[in-house]
Nanobody, 123 residues
């Protein structure tokens, strides 16, 4: 099971940190991805971390602004979002074992999904 938290309303330029807490399995060797879905749009990948080597990937629109990290002791993956833009608005989901590679698009397929957390960037 995956449970997201940390969403909310933030002004442009602000920051939020999302958390994805896992239960029932360990994150040590799991690949975890963050996806987002804006109203009326497709769910698309934002960032992911490959289990084991802990390699991070980001789509171009968030590179330099978002950082994914993992705390194995807490069995939690985080997404630190800085310098946020209105186009970052959407429901953010964490996913277990999604496609995760160097690229600008990952299809929204995964072994499991969290329930999502709303992020709104607005003045």
């Amino acid at each position: 099971q995956l449970v997201e938290s940390g969403g909310g309303l933030v002004q442009p330029g602000g920051s939020l940190r999302l958390s994805c807490a896992a239960s029932g399995f360990g994150l040590d060797s799991a690949t975890i991805g963050w996806f987002r879905q804006a109203p009326g749009k497709e769910r698309t990948g934002v960032s992911c971390i490959v289990g084991g080597p802990d390699i991070h990937y980001y789509v171009g629109s968030v590179k330099g602004r978002f950082t994914i990290s993992k705390d194995n002791a807490k069995n939690t993956v985080y997404l630190q979002m800085n310098s946020m833009k209105t186009e970052d608005t959407g429901v953010y989901y964490c996913a277990l074992d999604p496609p995760c590679y160097d690229g600008d698009y990952w299809p929204a397929v995964a072994d499991a999904w969290g329930q999502g957390t709303q992020v709104t960037v607005s003045a």
